[in-house]
């Protein structure tokens, strides 16, 4: 619902008054607008569940919206940010699935490929829009930061691959990563950190969804059916947490 998550974004920020406080937004179709008016008051936004680099383009227009908004309404841009949330290791949770239901060598041989390359193909884009784009650079000129990519759902959950596989292929500039525990203690005891690991390497990423579609995996269902799933975990999150917190000031009753 686009409106409430206005007015709700609005109210935790009035409430938690913090600046270094974002609001985590989804990168739903309703959740697209809501992300400009939100940071067209000035408020910062972390978008989540994103899975495409469709979405991911969507997510950046409606962030240059946001600030273009914030801009005329006099907000100071330099205290606004925003990171696009792009999970890795559920499309190869999905997409894996789908290979092995095919079953051919050739649907074999591309598990565990699609994440990395879907995350690459995402920081492309970004490349695009905030370190060549025209739009952007008159509101960098006013101070505005760019949207970094976060690398979230970066776990990995197949033990056939190296635990480290979301966090050593995808380093790159003005990139976040927010690991796991047991991803970051992976990383910390024989994780090999050799510098930018995406950038350059959009085409063979390309290649990579070129192949899983002429195998017959239907992509645009893959991300639907991810961000629908997505949403369920996070009502459930959501309501498991207002019981919570219901639940303990009842006892202080």
Do not use: C
């Amino acid at each position: 619902d686009t409106d409430k998550t206005i007015l709700q974004a609005i109210e935790l920020w009035k409430i938690v008054d913090r600046p270094n406080l974002l609001i985590k937004i989804p990168a739903t179709e309703p959740g697209i607008p809501a992300i400009t008016a939100v940071l067209a008051e000035g408020i910062s936004v972390n978008v989540t569940l994103i899975f495409s680099v469709e979405r991911h383009r969507a997510v950046m227009d409606a962030y240059l919206a946001g600030l273009e908004k914030a801009k005329d309404a006099g907000h100071d841009l330099s205290r606004i940010h925003s990171v696009a949330s792009f999970f890795v290791s559920r499309v190869d949770t999905e997409i894996d699935k789908r290979l092995e239901d095919i079953g051919s060598d050739e649907a074999l041989a591309l598990r565990g490929k699609a994440g990395v390359a879907n995350a690459r193909l995402a920081y492309a884009a970004y490349e695009e829009v905030f370190l060549g784009g025209e739009r952007f650079s008159p509101l960098k000129s006013a101070g505005a930061r760019v949207q970094r990519p976060l690398w979230a759902s970066t776990g990995v959950k197949n033990p056939d691959y190296s635990d480290t596989l979301y966090v050593t292929e995808l380093v790159a500039l003005n990139t976040v990563n927010t690991m796991p525990e047991k991803t970051m203690d992976a990383v910390a005891d024989h994780g090999v950190v050799s510098g930018d690991t995406v950038t350059g390497r959009a085409a063979e990423s390309q290649e990579v969804f070129d192949e899983l579609s002429a195998i017959g995996i239907d992509l645009t269902d893959v991300f639907l059916a991810l961000e629908n799933e997505g949403v369920e975990k996070f009502e459930k999150s959501w309501q498991e947490l207002l019981e919570a917190t219901q639940g303990q000031l009842d006892e202080k009753k």
